[in-house]
């Protein structure tokens, strides 16, 4: 196993970490729990020490399947189990949500899905797929997490822009009832909706927003800045990632015809942030990548701020 993927599955097609089972069809939460090796469940135990002496105030979240220690966390924790963390979205099932891929992270610590909404979008005429993560922890570092990743289909960016109009991740501290279910299902749909909804007008007044060449070589400068007291080869590696962004805004294919306005910009960034080759590849590199694409990028954000305050 590479990086700190514990197990998973995907759809179709390889993922770019290469692991996992791969599978026909999208699952429903069950198939998916299992084909994901996410069919455990977390038991909370006291904690002693050395001298058999109970420590009070504090439990240790222990796995089932192989006792792995998860996390210690108060004893007002209340564990939410993968299949309580992710039961709810069957009503989303029932809706056109399909799920894609799922995976454990750090040894069972951190834990995801990885949804397909039923409806792609027509925004300034490009095909836009919006995805949703489903996340959980059971370390005691958060709770179950939903976070909307918009995806532009002719090359594969995620478009993921914090606005400031519309949200585009929620969290839940714990799944109730099934009337309780349903009701988040269908107010994660309206919500993703209106993100949806918001980030298409948004695009237009980007699409208006037109920019000299000189602007947009003031913008790469900012995103990609110099520190002072910077090595020669530091200076180099700079000038190598800028001349990388400024291709992805002037010479790519896909972005010939939108015109040199803010929205290309962003997309150029984007396309950037999701496939350029980082100057030093880390161990955990794609699970980190990972991680900026589904709960956003902060170079994707700056340059976003940059344009919008123009």
């Keep these: 196993m590479a990086a700190n993927v514990e197990s998973m599955f995907y759809v179709r097609e390889t993922p770019w970490h290469g692991l996992g089972v791969r599978v026909n069809e999208a699952a429903g939460s069950r198939e998916a729990l299992g084909l994901a090796g996410l069919d455990w469940n977390v038991v909370q135990e006291p904690i002693y020490t050395e001298e058999e002496e109970l420590i009070d105030g504090y439990k240790a979240n222990v796995r089932d399947s192989d006792r792995r220690v998860l996390g210690v966390v108060t004893d007002r924790y209340k564990i939410i189990q993968n299949r309580e963390a992710f039961a709810f979205t069957d009503a989303l099932l029932g809706e056109g949500v399909r799920y894609e891929t799922a995976r454990s992270l750090l040894g069972g610590r951190k834990v995801w ?20 993560l489903f996340s959980n922890t059971h370390d005691g570092s958060g709770a179950v997490r939903i976070a909307l990743t918009p995806v532009r289909v002719v090359c594969n960016n995620t478009l993921n822009l914090a606005l400031s109009t519309a949200k585009r991740s929620w969290s839940m501290m714990h799944v109730g009832d099934i009337r309780g279910k349903i009701r988040e299902a269908r107010d994660t749909l309206f919500r993703a909706e209106d993100y949806m909804d918001r980030l298409g007008k948004e695009f237009e007044v980007l699409r208006m927003n037109r920019l000299t060449d000189k602007k947009v070589m003031e913008y790469i400068e900012i995103l990609l800045p110099v520190e002072e007291g910077a ?42 942030a999701t ?28 340059a976003y701020q940059l344009v919008s305050a123009a």
């Design 113 to 132: 899905l990885l949804a397909h909404m039923p409806h792609e979008y027509i925004i300034s005429g490009e095909r836009i797929s919006p995805y949703l």
């Design 275 to 302: 496939h350029a080759q980082p100057l030093r590849k880390t161990a955990n590199y794609k699970e980190n990548l990972f991680a900026r694409t589904v709960e956003g990028n902060p170079l994707i954000d700056k």
């Design 231 to 272: 090595t020669p080869q530091q200076v180099r590696n700079m000038k190598r990632l800028r001349e990388d962004m400024k291709i992805r805004y002037f010479d790519a294919p896909d972005l010939q015809d939108i015109g040199k306005n803010a929205y290309r910009f962003i997309n150029a960034v984007s396309d950037f």
